[in-house]
């Protein structure tokens, strides 16, 4: 678990998870609504903090109904979700890879706002028949809390479900996923500069901001503002992944039995113009890939008595991959098992080369 992560249940294999920060803001909702219930009817002493901290719970109930929403969706388009996670300002759900399709990224983003819309009319009928005093008065501010977070959240800018709403009408629009992100990241920062200005647009309807608001759209508006930024380092690593093709960047390798001293497969290597070195078997099949790193670091006078084999990682599954690969398919292949040497194989099976981490690495800070 991340630190500050407190893990509350586990549901058809989905974490359901709390940062600690929401403690902090179920202590601000029970003294903010404790105070209110408190002017509007007195006596009620302790009772109107207890309803305070019951309004935060069931506020938090509705946000994890919001993003339960998106699990399902994303679970309807066979994407595997893994944690629920519920903090300060919301909720987030971490799903594993991405929307296919314009359509898809749209689904799975609308359905968490129109779930909190929904929950928010509901409340809102309700409130004529929940009588008097605090009943009505939390059911009023489900009502609100909703509704204002459903309208919120289909505000056009990342990281809001909004903005991916955009995105996916932008990338339906243009083909191009990437634009669609850049937009909806600067409709972002927009959003953000708007939330840090809205306590001095209540001085235009007579209201005197208070320290309170202040500080919520400070919090809000660095919130959009990160997340925004953040998308628009994703759109800029998109555009550059186009140029990341596994063959170009591949070094020429040779083949070399284990036990052959690492001063000689340098030779070889040397003569060879090779940059790298594979691990054969006695039958000629690839069993391993010399590290650069080790080979370096091992002394030119040792290096006669060095094996290669002993400086080899031994080739896992993931750590031989196709030479045609490029872009995110390449990043998520190496992503998959994180390791400094990689070894392409046609699809024969017949070796390319080898793909250093550190080559790929330099090509795409180049592009």
């Known amino acids: 678990m991340p630190p500050g992560t407190l893990r509350l249940a586990t549901v058809s294999g989905i974490d359901i998870t709390v940062r600690h920060s929401w403690f902090l803001i179920v202590l601000l909702i029970s003294v903010i609504t404790g105070s209110r219930l408190s002017e509007i009817q007195p006596g009620l002493g302790g009772l109107a903090y207890l309803v305070g901290v019951a309004l935060a719970v069931l506020l938090y109930v509705s946000v994890l109904l919001h993003e339960i929403s998106h ?12 944690s629920i996670n519920l903090h300060f300002l919301g909720g987030a759900t971490e799903m594993e890879g991405e929307a296919t399709t314009p359509w898809r990224e749209f689904v799975i983003a609308v359905v968490g706002p129109l779930t909190s819309l929904a929950l928010g009319g509901i409340a809102y009928a309700a409130i004529d028949s929940s009588g008097d005093g605090p009943v009505r008065y939390t059911v009023a501010a489900l009502a609100y809390a909703n509704l204002v977070v459903g309208a919120l959240n289909l505000v056009p800018g990342l990281p809001l479900d909004g903005g991916r709403v955009l995105q996916a009408a932008v990338w339906a629009a243009t083909k191009r996923r990437a634009l669609g992100v850049t937009v909806a990241a600067w409709g972002g920062r927009v959003a953000a500069v708007m939330a840090v200005f809205y306590p001095m647009t209540l001085l235009l309807f007579g209201r005197d901001p208070s320290p309170i608001d202040y500080l919520m759209a400070f919090m809000v508006g660095a919130f959009l503002w990160a997340g925004a930024t953040q998308a628009l380092l994703v759109a800029q690593v998109r555009t550059r992944l186009p140029g990341i093709r ?55 006078e040792r290096q006669p008595w060095m094996p290669a084999g002993d400086l080899a990682r031994r080739l896992e599954s993931g750590l031989m991959i196709s030479a045609d690969l490029s872009g995110e398919d390449l990043l998520k292949a190496m992503q998959t098992t994180p390791a400094s040497e990689y070894v392409l194989v046609e699809p024969t099976g017949a070796v390319y080369g080898v793909l250093v981490t550190k080559d790929v690495d330099a090509a795409f800070r180049a592009g």
């Open 71 to 82: 699990a399902v969706a994303a679970r309807a388009f066979q994407m595997p979700v893994t």
């Open 246 to 300: 596994a063959r170009t960047l591949a070094r020429p390798a040779i083949g070399v039995p284990a036990d052959l001293p690492l001063s000689e497969a340098i030779r070889r290597a040397q003569e060879a113009n090779a940059g790298s070195l594979v691990i054969i078997s006695n039958l000629g099949q690839p069993e391993g890939v010399v590290n650069e790193a080790a080979v370096a670091s091992t002394p030119a």
